[in-house]
T-cell receptor, first 116, second 117 residues
Framework: GAVVSQHPSWVICKSGTSVKIECRSL??????MFWYRQFPKQSLMLMAT?????????EQGVEKDKFLINHASLTLSTLTVTSAHPEDSSFYIC????????????FGPGTRLTVL | AQTVTQSQPEMSVQEAETVTLSCTYD???????LFWYKQPPSRQMILVIR??????QNATENRFSVNFQKAAKSFSLKISDSQLGDAAMYFC??????????????FGTGTRLKVLA
């Protein structure tokens, strides 16, 4: 399967600052990537679908001005949490869609964001 | 609406024994994909097994196999010869084949598997 990395693996920031999380597909050109959020002991919640060269598609209830997604190349998508607040603290996971014909997603290791 | 239900929040199994995790889903589609993912304490999501709905044969991957019952909309995961490293959260996921847009997963709520030594 595809190998996906995320950076940073964890970040602590002050309230009001912005944080950028990178998701890289290391061995696969990913036209489509996804961003998820996971709260403790809960399932993954899809935030948005990131398409290379076009605007991301956000799920209902996700603030697009708060969670900025850029997919500028076939190997890199970034999620920027703008003006972060403590309620944005969470575990953020990205995935790549490895071959549309098979529908399989491969996931990054996740980024733990703590906003003080 | 398409939904995925994992009715067992937690399961336990003795090492070397067999355990089955349940998953049911609701869809009106005839073709789709189903997946099981494992999330160990590291929180890295790992693909365990994949099933294509048009294939009647149950998927297997070493000690992992599924019982896919399309009419019943059931997709259970059997883990044979359980090992301590199998302890994790297991998520069932459903992916319809899109007529427009892209593939998306619908996840179940997960089953936490404990393996007892």
């Amino acid at each position: 399967g595809a190998v996906v990395s995320q950076h940073p693996s964890w970040v602590i920031c002050k309230s009001g600052t912005s944080v950028k999380i990178e998701c890289r597909s290391l061995d696969f050109q990913a036209t489509t990537m996804f961003w998820y959020r996971q709260f403790p002991k809960q399932s993954l919640m899809l935030m948005a679908t990131s398409n290379e060269g076009s605007k991301a598609t956000y799920e209902q209830g996700v603030e697009k001005d708060k969670f900025l997604i850029n997919h500028a190349s076939l190997t890199l998508s970034t999620l920027t949490v703008t003006s972060a607040h403590p309620e944005d603290s969470s575990f953020y996971i990205c995935s790549v869609l490895a071959g549309a014909g098979r529908g399989t997603q491969y996931f990054g290791p996740g980024t733990r964001l703590t906003v003080l | 609406a398409q939904t995925v239900t994992q009715s067992q929040p937690e399961m336990s199994v003795q090492e070397a024994e067999t355990v089955t995790l349940s998953c049911t889903y609701d869809t009106s589609e005839s073709d789709y994909y189903l997946f099981w993912y494992k999330q160990p304490p590291s929180r890295q999501m790992i693909l365990v097994i994949r099933q294509e709905a048009y294939k009647q044969q149950n998927a297997t991957e070493n000690r992992f196999s599924v019982n896919f019952q399309k009419a019943a909309k059931s997709f259970s995961l059997k883990i044979s010869d359980s090992q301590l490293g199998d302890a994790a959260m297991y998520f069932c996921a459903y992916s319809p084949i899109p007529t427009s847009g892209t593939y998306k997963y619908i996840f179940g709520t997960g089953t936490r598997l404990k393996v007892l030594a």
